[in-house]
């Protein structure tokens, strides 16, 4: 089955710092999204982005399908902006799943 | 709000219980997901449902069942519960099947299940 890799996995920042999450998977997909995980559990949706690049404030998105990756920008973080990241991609293969990435746990100092 | 709502937010049970979660979609969706999270891992995908039939499978236990009812909810049910039962089992909806164009998946806030 498709494979979903985040890099990195554990990220630490000082608050106001620029960072670039990635996201590689190993099939073609035609639906992806991310997800930042609260420390208090709750998966919020961050982007719909299976291709193109997409802005929402701080955040931005990029996801170049052919060669197999997207990346999440976060600019001036936040100590709000702390807990785990996830992308979650739907493959063309027809396994009918949507399949979670490994995660970017990301802390952000004060 | 993501619009999905999920019920018991919080459970502890003994291991050999039967527990059933409960999850409504948002108005509208016809697909319901279901997914498990064990402490400080990934979410692993347990079984999928579009419109009332079974859609998708994963790695779902055969101690684990679930069902999409016809006011589209949904239950999951798990027996004979062992202690590495307990985790956080998250059900999401979207409107269309996984591979259509623009078909979001939204996410309840999921039900926290401790196994003793």
């Known amino acids: 089955g498709i494979q979903v890799e985040q890099s990195p996995p554990d990220l630490i920042l000082q608050e106001g710092a620029n960072s670039t999450l990635r996201c590689n998977f190993s099939d073609s997909v035609n639906n992806l999204q991310w997800f930042h995980q609260n420390p208090w559990g709750q998966l919020i949706n961050l982007f719909y982005?299976?291709?193109g690049t997409k802005q929402n404030g701080r955040l931005s998105a990029t996801t170049v399908a052919t060669e197999r990756y997207s990346l999440l920008y976060i600019s001036s973080s936040q100590t709000t902006d702390s807990g785990v990241y996830f992308c979650a991609v739907y493959s063309t293969s027809g396994t009918y799943k949507y399949i979670f990435g490994t995660g970017t746990r990301l802390k952000v100092l004060a | 709000d993501s619009g999905v709502t999920q019920t018991p937010k919080h459970l502890i049970t003994a291991t050999g219980q039967r527990v059933t979660l409960r999850c409504s979609p948002r108005s509208g969706d016809l697909s319901v997901y279901w997914y498990q999270q064990s402490l400080d891992q990934g979410l692993q995908f347990l079984i999928q449902?579009?419109?009332?039939?079974?859609?998708a499978k994963g790695n779902i236990l055969e101690r684990f069942s679930a069902q999409q009812f016809p006011d589209l909810h949904s239950e999951l049910n798990l027996s004979s519960l062992e202690l590495g039962d307990s985790a956080l089992y998250f059900c999401?909806?979207?409107?269309?099947?996984?591979?259509?164009?623009?078909?979001?998946?939204?996410f309840g806030e999921g039900s926290w299940l401790t196994v003793v």
């Open positions: 982005i299976p291709s």
């Open positions: 449902y579009y419109n009332g039939e079974e859609r």
């Open positions: 999401a909806s979207s409107a269309r099947t996984g591979g259509s164009s623009g078909n979001t998946i939204y």
